[in-house]
């Protein structure tokens, strides 16, 4: 049949089962949201009050889903507004599809208005990206960023398309989706090696990241962690893999991570690491990390194998894949063969940082524990970055794989309340999602309130005001001095009001009573509610290994 461009871009799109897009009309993508229009029965468009809370959304779409975030911006300046959130998404394997529109093609190269080469800037951070310069391409092109952002190491891809692209009119045939080319091979001879080494290990322990998330399935980790009985650990893009009620559950690892957990890596006598690249917060020293241990690194993308922390054994492929092969080989735990070792980590979580309750103040973990009470198992929390991202991923007891939605790799602050509507927009308003932020973080995109009252969004969020840029501050503290550089803004934003002002419900808590009355009336509420929390400016996160040190040099008090 004969279709225009923007009538491809959306048959496309319900071809690859898009439901939901986020994004921001301009100038260089009328024509397709006129189709947008045309078709909003079979495609949901959420207007966001900025192209990088669309960028955001897409991305909290695609980690409470697992499917493919879509979002949509205008040329120039709304193309470079995508970035962050395109670079938030590349840091931490997301899959996602960023259309971007351009000037017409004759005018490419030209500084046109908004014209911006798009391409270029965001090469460094896509998996791969492309420029559409004949609507005869449009269909494929757009069926390749589907494919290469699910395959292999999930990632975003970036299609720009010029605006003549987008009326001009070709021959389009149907098609059915491709296939994602998972990473179903492994060396094999390679598993049998992994397993002799963990089935003859003393002190075995299991250290996974994110790429067991986003692997064919999170289930084999765990039947290995218990066939096996090896005690894991996990980063912060990890959590919730292994619910926190498991015996075998240490805990997070790394700078914010605890004693027992960094204690482990330091003794262990073989390490599995699995979906994780031994990142900078967590081989803080990468000379010492594990070095009493055999390592075993398991990974979707061969160039992190060795790439911070040398290896003794690599396997290369879909960690899912991987441990299914592994399992038969295992040999089950057996009673008494590794008690010393666990009595060894039960020794060690006796020393691990329990923070002190105070009714009479409110406390970031008894703000995170008191949620956690009234919301259940089955919440998603998101955060933005920063000191309550940390608390967050320290003292949430969520057990959910995909329960726990925050930035790693890139730490971008004001990435929660996007995410937080992306994530609410795929679950349904049945869901409860709930956005803990900083007052640092919130101010880079509380635009974003006005969106989550459009649509109606139940979203509560739990902003954590210090009146300081609390991590920053926490850094100058313990390493310069106490010259507090720029890390008191001085804000005297009123959150209530504000909250108002923007058309949602808002309450200020000071102490925990006030705060379990203002959370369960949140609980009851159909749209967004913020509820402002006064924590003390000098309330630090513990434990903390500073960069460059070890578990010798970790700071509890």
Request: aromatic letters at 8%; hydrophobic letters at 40%; charged letters at 20%.
């Amino acid at each position: 049949m004969l279709l225009n461009g923007s009538q491809i871009f959306v048959e496309v799109l319900c071809e690859q089962g898009v439901d939901t897009i986020f994004g921001y009309p301009g100038g260089a993508v009328l024509n397709l949201y006129d189709e947008l229009y045309k078709n909003s029965d079979r495609i949901t468009h959420v207007l966001t009050a900025h192209e990088q809370g669309a960028s955001h959304a897409a991305d909290g779409y695609a980690r409470a889903t697992g499917r493919t975030g879509v979002v949509l911006a205008t040329s120039g300046p709304g193309a470079t507004n995508l970035v962050t959130g395109i670079a938030t998404a590349y840091m931490d394997s997301i899959p996602m599809v960023a259309f971007t529109g351009n000037v017409g093609t004759s005018l490419l190269g030209r500084d046109s208005f908004q014209e911006a080469y798009i391409e270029g800037i965001t090469m460094p951070i896509t998996k791969h990206n492309f420029t559409v310069r004949r609507v005869e391409d449009l269909a494929d092109t757009m069926r390749a960023a589907f494919r290469i952002a699910q395959s292999g190491r999930k990632g975003p891809v970036l299609v720009d398309i010029p605006k003549d692209v987008t009326s001009n009119k070709c021959e389009f045939t149907h098609r059915q989706p491709e296939q994602i080319r998972t990473v179903t091979t492994f060396d094999e001879e390679r598993v049998a090696q992994a397993a002799e080494i963990i089935n003859g290990a003393e002190r075995p322990l299991i250290y996974f990241g994110g790429g067991v998330r986003s692997a064919a399935s999170c289930q084999p980790l765990r039947d290995l962690v218990h066939k096996a009985g090896i005690p894991a650990t996990y980063t912060l893009m990890a959590a919730g893999v292994i619910p926190y009620g498991d015996p075998f559950n240490l805990g997070m690892i790394g700078m914010h991570g605890c004693y027992t957990a960094n204690r482990a890596v330091s003794e262990a006598d073989v390490v599995i690491a699995i979906g994780t690249r031994f990142s900078d917060r967590v081989a803080l020293k990468p000379r010492t990390f594990a070095s009493k241990a055999t390592i075993i690194q398991i990974d979707i993308d061969p160039s992190e194998i060795g790439k911070n922390v040398e290896v003794d054994l690599s396997i290369v492929g879909d960690a899912a894949y991987i441990l299914r092969a592994m399992l038969p080989m295992i040999e089950p735990a057996k009673p008494g063969v590794r008690d010393s070792w666990m009595a060894m980590i039960h020794d060690w979580q006796a020393h691990d940082y329990h923070p002190k309750a105070d009714p009479s103040r409110l406390m970031p973990h008894q703000i995170i524990g008191e949620v956690c009470s009234q919301c259940g198992p089955e919440a998603v929390y998101v955060t933005d970055v920063g000191q309550h991202q940390m608390w967050a991923a320290q003292y949430l007891r969520h057990a959910k794989s995909r329960g726990f939605i925050t930035s790693g790799g890139l730490g971008t602050m004001g990435f929660g309340y996007g995410a937080a509507i992306g994530a609410q927009m795929a679950l349904g308003r049945e869901q409860r999602v709930v956005h803990f932020t900083g007052d640092g973080s919130f101010h880079m995109n509380l635009n974003e309130a006005c969106t989550a009252v459009s649509y109606e969004l139940p979203i509560i969020t739990v902003i954590f005001n210090n009146q300081v840029l609390g991590m920053v501050r926490q850094w100058q503290t313990s390493f310069y001095g106490k010259r507090y550089s720029q890390t008191d803004p001085h804000r005297k934003t009123d959150y209530v009001k504000l909250a108002e002002g923007f058309g949602l419900k808002g309450y200020h808590c000071e102490n925990l009573a006030e705060f379990q009355t203002a959370f369960a009336e949140a609980m009851k509420r159909k749209g967004p509610t913020w509820i402002e929390c006064v924590i003390d400016k000098d309330q630090k996160v513990l434990p903390m290994i500073p960069a460059g040190c070890d578990i010798n040099d970790i700071i509890m008090d």
